[in-house]
């Protein structure tokens, strides 16, 4: 019972790991997944209008340089 119970747990263990390896190497996509979360979330504050903080979020170059 014991050895059905360690290789059903193993055997999902190695299924998850190879399901998280694979979404982990999907790539994301700023212009369709982030840049529209951006804008509703935090365009008003960090937009190419207004720059709270020196922080502007409307191009992923100016995400990288900071504020």
Not at 7 to 20: D, E, G, H, K, Q
């Amino acid at each position: 019972m014991a050895s059905r119970r360690t290789s059903w747990l193993l055997a999902s263990a190695m299924l998850y790991s190879i399901c998280a390896e694979v979404r982990a190497a999907e790539s994301v996509d700023f212009a369709h997944q982030v840049k529209p979360l951006l804008a509703q979330q935090c365009f008003a504050c960090h937009g190419p209008l207004k720059q709270e903080s020196n922080l502007r979020l409307d191009a992923g170059t100016l995400i990288l340089a900071g504020g």
